[in-house]
């Protein structure tokens, strides 16, 4: 039962596997990114744009702008795997501004920061892993060398 086991991680069937958990990581955490946090700040951005938390001195409007960059058009970039890793390092960003600065580091208590930083670790995971086979990044590229 062992060696299959090991047979079945390791073998033909395991780089499959890989690439299906990559898929469904970069589809549940880019969904929820877009349909939780980044389409509820796009629906109220008109009032919240003076009084959004402004981190890096930047301006409210501007900071809310960049924050919806990241948890609407990188998500989405996200969950097709479509220039993946570029879309990856706003949504690691926002998610470390949102984990060390708005909440302070905090995993426990009244205003952690827990989801970001989980959110943090799944798009860093991704950012070392790549999107995987099934990404049109991989996609793009494999038609680029000419099917390899």
Known sequence: MIKSYAQWITGPGGEWLKDVGLLVLRAWLGLSMLVLHGWPKVQGIAEKS??????????SAMSLNL????????ALLLVVGLAARFALVPLVVTMAVAFFIIHGGAL???GNG????????????LLIA???????????IRALRGGE
Do not use: W
């Open 108 to 110: 426990t208590g009244e």
């Open 50 to 59: 003076a009084s959004f938390p402004d981190p890096l001195g930047v301006g």
């Open 67 to 74: 924050v919806v960059f990241a948890e609407v058009l990188c």
């Open 130 to 140: 790549g999107p995987g086979r099934y990404s049109l990044d991989h996609y793009i």
């Open 114 to 125: 827990e989801m970001a930083f989980v959110y943090l670790a799944g798009f860093v995971a």
